[in-house]
């Protein structure tokens, strides 16, 4: 059997491969290439060095470095609030009080619209809100930052609240009993039983939420367009910089290579730490 | 091993089989741009290829995605045959992908050179629909504004100079609850789907005056002569409309239409291609007509309304022989045929600039009947001038400027710096 696997393994392993490669490590690199080339389309590419990066960085209208700290405070502060209010739902949902089926459901259900819908859909809400103080989403940037934030925490709320019920289901009775046989209260044992066994989920849910909060678009779009050009995140700049100008989609993509560099930094920082703490059972 | 190699060779094989098949005969692929017409096309495609055999799919980008749209698909394997540009800008982008239609009989039946486009010798796109626009109004709305005592004007051709359309504007304002409307105006939402009236079609008011008194047709640094024309409409329009300046950011096209059709508001800025829509909406031919839009110069009383194109065919340079001559072949058919120019004329309820059209194909639509009265009437069309800005960035920090000042974040001075020197640095930076 072992020696079967070792003789095929490949043509397991093939499937996944040609779709990661197809899906993910093709347009990676070509889209690294691109980022040093002039072009209209992918393909009539042609090669001029660094000058989109100059260009990316001399982009007379761009608010490049605004969106740069925007988004590290969206990203940020969305990543402590959704993982706060996951985890507390998580907890109380696995009680076992009635109905926690279909409050699991209900929390979940806003991850299954699409981003676009869903900014549209609150667009109208809060601007139906916003109109009675004689404002709208788009007076300013911090309008726009909170129905950002607002927005993000109802819809990943429920997808961390699952990967933190799956985390707390899997923490062993026993453990918690012989804390309770301690004499630790509910708050000793949540703070150094549970929250030490849950750190994999955590790894993972600040993982997902500040990625998440980095390369946020479709609802930052639908939100609040173009009009606001201080509530634009990178990735939105990005867009304008790629469609905005003849003959700059190459700057917009050095822009993107700049942007996942970063992402990836921080992400490996964020892995780092968390990873770190992670005990095992 | 050698079996799955042989399978995936087959499939190959297959694969080459077909697209050879289908390039013999050639076929078209028609990357749409107007969602409004999207239906009428593909009805008209489903009747050519019923007609002759050729295969036409038509395909339609969503609206404000057509770039994006155009550009990952044209890198297929089965690109679009025809796409098209907006004007001079579009071209530039699109440049090396356009093939010349000089030798087709397109380009012999257009009326004149004025719609089309060149590359040196070369005919590269050439407009396939004429479209004005202008402030449509609502004929109802103002007879019974005429009707009341003490009317600025007597007569809606009185209107002929900023001054006096402003005087009407501000009085129906005044008299809304007599008029029974909201506003003399629908709102001017900057909401993308409404904001290109205002930061295109609007801009190019001030951008007209000025190339026509400096005599040139495009530049790379504007002086913004006219700003302050453009200051008094804006001002117009925002402060006797059936909403607060403040709001606008959240106001929609959608939202315009509504308060204009549902009789809220009198005057509506937008143009020709808004027929359709006010008549789904259950408002008459007698019930429309059109304003040019004054902004306060200099022998405006013989302005008209602003007349140009911003569509224009192109055929993909790239496309094989047989489906070039294929989309050509489609495209004369379409503007010579019975049923082509049927569909193009009254069902599609466009103006062409074709010689074709003349004998009995003109659109039926009471706003292209609007403007050939001024054009009859002797007054001059205002031209688009909108393709010469020099990038979409441009349009929309204009955009972001006229909102701003719109709902008191920010002041007129920022409207001309993103204007005056916004132009200067986009020109700069565009390549």
């Known amino acids: 059997m072992e020696k079967a696997i070792k003789k095929w393994w490949p043509l397991f392993v093939l499937p996944t491969m040609a779709a990661f490669a197809i899906g993910f490590l093709v347009p990676f690199v070509w889209g690294l290439y691109l980022s040093f080339c002039n072009f209209t389309t992918i393909n009539d590419a042609v090669f001029t060095g660094l000058e989109n990066y100059v260009m990316a960085f001399t982009d007379p209208s761009s608010v490049f470095t605004h969106a740069l700290w925007y ?3 969206f990203s940020a502060l969305s990543t402590v609030i959704i993982n706060l209010l996951s985890l507390t739902v998580a907890i109380l949902l696995v009680r076992g009080i009635r109905g926690t089926n279909i409050f699991r459901t209900v929390f979940f259900m806003p991850n299954l619209i699409g981003g676009i819908v869903l900014g549209w859909l609150w667009q109208v809400l809060i601007n139906g809100v916003l109109e009675k103080y004689g404002v709208t989403i788009v007076t300013n940037e911090w309008y726009g930052f909170w129905s950002l934030i607002l927005v993000m925490t109802w819809q990943q709320l429920g997808y961390m609240m699952i990967i933190y019920i799956s985390g707390l289901q899997s923490i062993p009775e026993e453990l918690s009993e012989a804390a309770s046989i301690d004499g630790a209260n509910a708050w000793q044992t949540l703070r150094h039983v549970k929250l030490p066994m849950l750190m994999p989920s955590i790894t993972i849910c600040t993982f997902l939420t500040i990625t998440n909060g980095f390369k946020l678009f479709d609802q930052n779009l ?51 730490l968390t990873h770190s703490r992670e005990v095992q059972q | 091993m050698k079996k799955i190699s042989a399978l995936i060779l087959a499939l190959a094989l297959a694969l080459t089989c077909v697209s050879f098949a289908s390039a013999e005969t050639g076929s078209v692929y028609y990357l749409n741009f107007k969602p409004e017409q ?7 495609a489903a009747q050519y290829t019923k007609e002759t055999g050729v295969p036409v799919t038509v395909v339609t980008a969503a609206s404000g995605t057509y770039e994006q749209t155009l550009q990952s698909e044209i890198v297929k394997e089965d690109a679009p045959t025809l796409f098209q540009v907006n ?26 050179d004025d719609f089309v486009l060149k590359q040196g010798e070369e005919v590269v796109g050439i407009a396939y629909v004429i ?15 005429i009707a009341l005592e003490n009317a600025k004007i007597k007569d809606v051709a009185e209107i002929n100079t900023f001054d006096t359309f402003k005087a009407v504007v501000e009085d129906m304002q005044a008299r809304k609850d007599e008029l029974g409307i909201v506003g003399a105006f629908t709102s001017a939402g900057m909401d993308s789907s409404s904001d290109w009236r205002f930061k295109t079609h609007l801009a190019n008011m001030p951008i007209y005056y000025e190339y026509k008194a400096d005599g ?32 606008i950011g959240a106001k929609t096209g959608s939202d315009a239409l509504a308060d204009f059709v549902l009789g809220e508001a009198v005057f509506y800025q937008n143009g020709t291609w808004a027929y359709g829509d006010c008549i789904n909406e259950g408002m008459t031919d007698e019930q429309l007509g059109m304003l040019p839009i004054f902004i306060g110069v200099e022998g405006e009383e013989n302005q008209g309304l602003c007349t140009g194109s911003e569509n224009y065919w192109c055929v993909n340079k790239n496309a094989s022989e047989e489906d070039k001559a294929a989309t050509i072949a489609f495209l004369e058919w379409c503007i010579t045929s019975d049923t082509g120019r049927d569909a193009i004329a009254n069902k599609m309820g466009f103006l062409t600039p074709f010689k074709s059209f003349d004998d009995g194909y003109v659109a039926n639509n009471a706003l292209i009947a609007a403007a050939d009265e001024y054009i009859a009437g002797g007054k001059t069309s205002v031209s688009w001038n909108f393709p010469t800005m020099p990038s979409e960035t441009w349009k929309n920090g204009v955009g972001v400027a006229l909102l701003n000042y719109a709902q008191g974040t920010g002041n007129w001075d920022a409207v001309v710096t993103a204007f005056v020197d916004g132009w200067a640095a986009e020109a700069a930076a565009a390549k």
Do not use: H
């Open chain 2, 87 to 112: 004007g001079p800008k579009g071209l530039a982008t699109w440049k090396e992908y356009c093939a010349d239609l000089s030798a087709t009989k397109l380009y012999e039946n257009v009326k004149s």
């Open chain 2, 216 to 247: 040139i047709g495009d530049t790379a640094a504007i002086k913004g002569t006219y700003l302050d024309n453009y200051k008094m409409i804006w001002d117009l329009y925002i402060n006797n409309a059936t909403c607060a300046p403040s709001l």
């Open chain 1, 222 to 272: 639908a939100l609040v367009g173009q009009n606001s050009p201080n509530s634009q995140l990178m990735a939105l700049d990005i867009y304008n910089t790629f469609y905005g100008r003849t003959g700059w989609a190459g700057a917009g993509q050095a822009k993107a290579v700049v942007f996942c560099i970063i992402v990836v930094a921080i992400a490996l920082i964020q892995q780092k």
């Open chain 2, 131 to 145: 479209e004005t626009y202008g402030i449509i109004y609502n004929k109802d709305l103002m007879a019974k504004y």
């Open chain 1, 71 to 73: 988004t590290a405070l």
């Open chain 2, 38 to 44: 999207a239906q009428q096309w593909e009805e008209l």
